[in-house]
């Protein structure tokens, strides 16, 4: 079954021409390919004022990973322990929120639009 057409005013028929130095086209195809999308995808949603989401990839060093690897346990353990029943322990859900904060600040610190 073939993909239904889009309405004419959905579709992308224009063609809009920009002049760019070698290094801009390189920026801009890096910038592109950081956001996993096309050149004309990240170019269009830049000139629209839409939030272009940079994919991050953060190093972490032995320490830290050691620490999160404690903190999954942690949760794992609290996950364990209330599926069987058991009530949870004062401040838990704050704890929890807290690392669910500190995990998506840790997410998107960097992988906002520059």
Do not use: F, H, N
């Given at each position: 079954?073939?993909?239904?057409?889009?309405?004419?005013?959905?579709?992308?028929?224009?063609?809009?021409?920009?002049?760019?130095?070698?290094?801009?086209?390189?920026?801009?195809?890096?910038?592109?390919?950081?956001?996993?999308?096309?050149?004309?995808?990240?170019?269009?949603?830049?000139?629209?004022?839409?939030?272009?989401r940079e994919a991050v990839v953060h190093r972490l060093g032995v320490r830290e990973r050691v620490e999160l690897r404690r903190i999954g346990v942690n949760l794992n353990q609290i996950a364990r322990a209330l599926n069987s029943g058991a009530s949870a322990p004062p401040g838990t859900l704050e704890t929890v929120e807290r690392v669910r904060k500190l995990t998506s600040d840790l997410l998107s610190e960097e992988g906002l639009d520059r």
């Open positions: 079954m073939a993909r239904p057409r889009k309405p004419e005013a959905e579709r992308r028929s224009r063609t809009i021409g920009v002049r760019v130095t070698t290094a801009e086209a390189a920026e801009i195809a890096e910038r592109a390919g950081a956001a996993r999308m096309t050149t004309g995808g990240y170019m269009r949603r830049r000139a629209l004022g839409q939030p272009v």
